[in-house]
């Protein structure tokens, strides 16, 4: 019942259509108790000779309407149910996304895509369908039992004790069964949510699976999870069905009971033929609904089983300020950050995790492109999630101008830094869409400028449709090259002071490169720029490298002065002259190519 409440308390910006379906409900259980009463008054009068033919016109006519008003009354309300049920179901989907879009990137890091998205689909659809069942059913159940009981009472409260005990003893047998049912749908919940995320991930990685041939095996993988939800299926089945059997059984003895009470008062003659039949009916009308239970339970299970997950993501914790400023907190303007970056003594570790790098201070003057060297796994890219604050540092502290970023709102942060990735994530939509996502508000024209100075706009112009043109699921119609230009445009249409490149032309051809090449010039332009180095001619180029080694910064300096020092940088410079396998292999540990 708790969770039920939690559901109403969650949802109650739909109180109407409650109140709405509550009334249609009672006025649909009110008009279906005419029918035994009418046909009660109707046999004892035909039996005593007490009732006109016109009075029998009328109870029919009465009879009739009562039934038309029913079927029109509860179809109004079963229409508001399935309005409600659908707003229910946008409802709790926007504020699942709008919670998932808040959280850490930590949340990310724990959950498959596919699993996040089950969950949604699985918990959504699950309420919507019990509070529309409940509605449709449960109301016009609750109404009907006590306008029915308390007919009934007037009549017999022989009967009416032993229709009222029937309620406190299904409910409890029920209960009794459902804490083992709730687990055996727990597990189907992880069966489906493992295989919903291993299928997000194989679609998305269907290039892969198909070079690999391994079609069959993440089939194989894929049905072999689901297939594990018979054999827990059929005990949740036999355990649910058999607890139905012994709640029913329960239920018929009383029937039977209440049979042979109702007989009985009839052969002493302490009731008449007409209400013998009508609490005859108004019983059948109880018994009906009741057996609705079972059906209703097996919804709610359903629905509160899966609204755990639901509700347990609804209570993670945000990111801080991602969207609220706080008083003590500063929103930088794009136009007036100068762009000096400094990392103070910063230590990382992933949760549970050993740390990753020490101790690391460095200072990015503004304008400064600033390579960062390392071999794989010592942090690079951490580094760069750090100061987008994706992440926050285990000690120590990163500032911006001077102000610690803890101190900065995380928008407001996050508008101010251009990122480009080695693998550039595009959406499925237009080319112009795309490069406008870089700025909701910007013209057609400024599209067109950022893709010129992007070096898109040749090959974006030979498309039929131009800008306009669709370019499949993450971008599966484009090139690797032209991808790279179209995320670039976009980053340049964002216009902001602070860059990181996670270095955008390491997978690409030599042609592809130069192009790519080209663009970024154009983008690095007066912006404070960190660059996470694969390609030895960044490296070169920058203005400061800070290079990496065994979880601390080895070495911050210019190209030209650390070539001297006999550093990492040295190193590298001179397995680059060597140019044999064995420096190739060396050089990879570094992922420089």
């Known amino acids: 019942m708790k969770e039920l409440l939690n559901i109403f308390k969650f949802s109650k910006h739909l109180w109407k259509y409650y109140l709405l379906i509550a009334v249609l409900t009672l006025v649909t259980a009110i008009l279906g108790q005419a029918a035994p009463l009418i046909t009660q008054r109707v046999i004892d009068g035909i039996s005593k000779g007490s009732i006109s033919y016109t009075s029998l016109v009328v109870l029919s006519i009465l009879y009739f309407g009562a039934g038309a008003g029913t079927t029109f009354i509860s179809n109004i309300s079963g229409y508001h149910g399935d309005i409600m049920a659908v707003k229910l179901e946008i409802f709790l989907a926007d504020k699942f996304y709008q919670k998932i879009l808040a959280l850490p990137q930590s949340y990310f890091d724990e959950e498959l895509t596919g699993t996040i998205v089950n969950r949604l689909n699985r918990s959504t659809v699950g309420l919507s369908t019990f509070i529309k069942a409940f509605s449709n059913n449960f109301f016009p159940f609750i109404a009907t039992t006590f306008l029915s009981l308390g007919i009934v009472f007037y009549y017999s409260w022989q009967v009416g004790l032993l229709l009222t005990s029937l309620f406190p003893i299904y409910v409890l047998l029920t209960t009794r069964s459902s804490t083992l049912w709730q687990k055996y749908e727990n597990i189907s919940n992880k069966l489906k949510d493992t295989a919903a995320g291993r299928f997000q991930e194989s679609i998305s990685s269907i290039k892969t699976i198909k070079s690999f041939t391994s079609e069959s095996r993440e089939h194989k993988f894929f049905v072999g999870t689901l297939n594990k939800l018979i054999p827990n299926t059929k005990k949740q089945s036999f355990y649910w069905h058999r ?222 449709h131009g800008y306009k043109s669709f370019i499949g699921e993450r971008g599966v119609k484009l090139s690797g090259g032209q991808k790279q230009r179209i995320a670039i445009a976009r980053t340049i249409l964002k216009d902001a002071p602070i860059l990181i490149l996670d270095e955008a032309t390491s997978s690409l051809d030599s042609k592809a490169e130069h192009e790519v090449q080209v663009a970024l010039d154009n983008l690095m332009k007066h912006k404070t720029t960190i660059i996470i180095a694969h390609r030895f001619s960044t490296i070169s180029s920058a203005d400061l490298i800070v290079t990496l080694k065994g979880g601390k910064v080895d070495e911050v300096g210019p190209p030209a002065e650390l070539a001297k020092t006999g550093g990492v940088y040295a190193e590298l410079l001179k397995l680059q002259t060597v140019g044999t396998k064995k420096a190739k292999k060396a050089l990879e540990k570094f992922d420089i190519n």
């Open 243 to 464: 607890k139905d059997v012994e709640r029913r059984f329960i239920v018929d003895v009383i029937f039977g009971i209440i049979f042979l009470v109702i007989a009985g008062q009839l052969f002493n003659g302490s009731i008449s033929i007409g209400k013998a039949v009508a609490l005859l009916q108004f019983s059948a009308m109880i018994r009906i609904p009741l057996f609705t239970v079972s059906f209703l339970v097996d919804n709610f299970q359903k629905a509160i089983t899966s609204s755990k997950d639901y509700f347990l993501t609804m209570k993670e914790v945000e990111e801080i300020s991602n969207s609220k400023i706080s008083e003590t907190q500063k929103v930088l303007q794009s136009s007036k950050i100068a762009g000096q970056i400094k990392f103070k003594d910063v230590s990382f570790a992933y949760q549970n995790a050993e740390p990753i790098f020490s101790k690391i201070s460095f200072i990015v003057q503004p304008g400064q492109k600033v390579a960062i060297v390392g071999e794989s796994g010592q942090g690079k890219t951490t580094l760069a999630h750090l100061l987008l604050k994706f992440y926050t540092p285990s000690s120590g502290a990163i500032k911006l101008d001077g102000v610690n970023l803890e101190d900065i709102q995380t928008s407001s942060l996050r508008q101010s830094i251009g990122l480009v990735l080695q693998e550039p994530a595009l959406f499925s939509g237009t080319i112009y869409e795309n490069i406008a996502y870089g700025n909701p508000k910007a013209t057609e024209k400024d599209v067109q400028v950022a893709a010129k100075a992007a070096n898109a706009a040749g090959f974006i112009l030979k498309f039929k």
